[in-house]
């Protein structure tokens, strides 16, 4: 397993704007990485440009939305334009849909899989020709212990984890012979705004901050995988012995995750109080 120093690559961040994304573009920059900071919101992608600065980071902004192609290939343009080159992809933007498979419109699992699944799929398009031609690069999808293992109530969110996980096993074995490395991201609960960046439909649940990692612990753990390249990390505790107990006992699993979710113990969830909304997404 070979270090990988990040200092000096050009690394593209999605979803680089709050929470995890925010967090890791920190921990990226102060290993000397310059950033291409992608997401929707302007405004919080320059206040993190202008925090970056202070830590001598070099970074550009490309405003991006994973619903429309031409902001993707614009992000792939600007950073080639910039620096010439791109040593690392993080598709780390993404969303939640809670809620009952039978309930589910079907626009809002079709606009989930487009954020989740086929924005990020056309960036690793875009970039992996220009990694190959280097003959070296790393890809970091940002998945989900429930690309693992799913969860009732979150159907939908955890079939775009899933395909996500199944693009990267796939393109670990694809890109190997041209010096790029793929890494899976598997975090459980981590303390960031992504509970409240969801859309709930007919359906409540709460993510527990008691057994949540800090964003900032979450990042400094998935730069220090870029840079060893692993191939995959489940963090934290509580979701590597998920996935430990999966493997051993699905069955055990199963009936844990049914009983927890008649009780209503978070982050399992249950019906939604009449009256509540979910938040969109931001």
């Given at each position: 397993m070979l270090y990988y120093p990040l200092?000096?690559?050009?690394?593209?961040l999605t979803g680089a704007s709050m929470?995890?994304?925010?967090?890791l573009a920190v921990?990226?920059?102060?290993?000397?990485?310059?950033?291409?900071?992608?997401?929707?919101?302007?405004?919080?992608?320059?206040?993190?440009?202008?925090?970056?600065?202070?830590?001598?980071?070099?970074?550009?902004?490309?405003?991006?939305?994973?619903?429309?192609?031409?902001?993707?290939?614009?992000?792939?343009?600007?950073?080639?334009?910039r620096w010439g080159q791109i040593d690392v992809v993080v598709n780390n933007a993404g969303y939640g849909l809670w809620g009952f498979a039978e309930n589910l419109p079907m626009q809002e699992v079709q606009n989930l899989f487009q954020?989740?699944?086929?924005?990020?799929?056309?960036?690793?398009?875009?970039?992996?020709?220009?990694?190959?031609?280097r003959k070296t690069g790393q890809i970091v999808n940002i998945e989900s212990v429930v690309a693992l293992r799913s969860m009732p109530g979150s159907s939908a969110y955890c079939a775009t984890k899933h395909a996500l996980h199944a693009f990267s096993e796939s393109l670990?074995?694809?890109?190997?012979?041209?010096?790029?490395?793929?890494?899976?991201?598997?975090?459980?609960?981590v303390?960031?705004?992504?509970?409240?960046?969801?859309i709930e439909v007919g359906f409540h649940t709460?993510?527990?901050?008691?057994?949540?990692?800090?964003?900032?612990?979450?990042?400094?753990k998935i730069a220090r995988a870029m840079q060893w390249r692993r191939r995959q990390i489940v963090i934290p505790v509580h979701a590597k012995f998920m996935y430990a107990l999966q493997r051993l006992s699905p069955t055990l699993i199963d009936w844990v995750m049914r009983i927890g979710q008649v009780l209503g113990i978070p982050p399992l969830?249950?019906?939604?109080?009449?009256?509540?909304?979910?938040?969109?997404?931001?």
């Amino acid at each position: 397993m070979l270090y990988y120093p990040l200092k000096n690559k050009v690394v593209i961040l999605t979803g680089a704007s709050m929470g995890l994304g925010r967090a890791l573009a920190v921990a990226l920059g102060k290993r000397g990485a310059r950033l291409v900071l992608a997401a929707r919101s302007i405004e919080k992608l320059y206040r993190l440009q202008i925090e970056l600065e202070s830590y001598h980071v070099e970074s550009l902004v490309s405003p991006t939305d994973m619903h429309s192609p031409i902001t993707i290939d614009q992000l792939v343009d600007n950073a080639i334009t910039r620096w010439g080159q791109i040593d690392v992809v993080v598709n780390n933007a993404g969303y939640g849909l809670w809620g009952f498979a039978e309930n589910l419109p079907m626009q809002e699992v079709q606009n989930l899989f487009q954020t989740n699944l086929f924005g990020p799929l056309q960036l690793m398009q875009r970039v992996i020709p220009h990694m190959k031609k280097r003959k070296t690069g790393q890809i970091v999808n940002i998945e989900s212990v429930v690309a693992l293992r799913s969860m009732p109530g979150s159907s939908a969110y955890c079939a775009t984890k899933h395909a996500l996980h199944a693009f990267s096993e796939s393109l670990r074995t694809e890109l190997a012979p041209h010096g790029i490395h793929v890494c899976s991201v598997c975090p459980g609960l981590v303390t960031t705004e992504f509970g409240h960046n969801k859309i709930e439909v007919g359906f409540h649940t709460e993510f527990p901050s008691r057994f949540s990692m800090t964003a900032e612990k979450a990042a400094e753990k998935i730069a220090r995988a870029m840079q060893w390249r692993r191939r995959q990390i489940v963090i934290p505790v509580h979701a590597k012995f998920m996935y430990a107990l999966q493997r051993l006992s699905p069955t055990l699993i199963d009936w844990v995750m049914r009983i927890g979710q008649v009780l209503g113990i978070p982050p399992l969830g249950g019906p939604k109080p009449p009256g509540s909304e979910g938040a969109p997404p931001a």
